[in-house]
């Protein structure tokens, strides 16, 4: 699945951060009505990706560090951990038994690489700072 919900959790605590400002993990849960047991473990990761800054102790919390208009949702899946393809059959290396038996190129196969590269490039187009903070109709 694409957009798993951890992906939908690091959406909304990006969202939550979209302003610069540093909030505590309590802010963002309360805002974006979030599990805090996921969300320091969210923010972990995205931390990793340079996405944001996390500041512990008395007076901390965590900021926005990242131009959103440079991410994608397709970085983010991959900062994440999500998995991307739609079909088992999209794996490196996946042993088709259809083209095993006949020898011949799965159509099925052919239709779905094109969905992929389809999707993908889609998701590429789309910038986390167009998805979370720009109206529907810019």
Known sequence: MLITRETDYALRILRAMASGEQVTTGDICKRELLPQ?????ILKKLE???????TRGVGGG?????DLN???LYDLTEIMDAEKLISACMQPGFQCAWQQKCSTPCTVHRQIFRIQEILDT???AVSLHRMLLQAEDE
Do not use: D, G, P
């Open 62 to 66: 965590c900021r926005l560090v990242a």
């Open 37 to 41: 047991q996921f969300v320091y473990k």
């Open 122 to 124: 889609e998701l590429r």
């Open 70 to 72: 440079n991410v994608s």
């Open 48 to 54: 990793r990706a340079n996405l944001v800054q996390i």
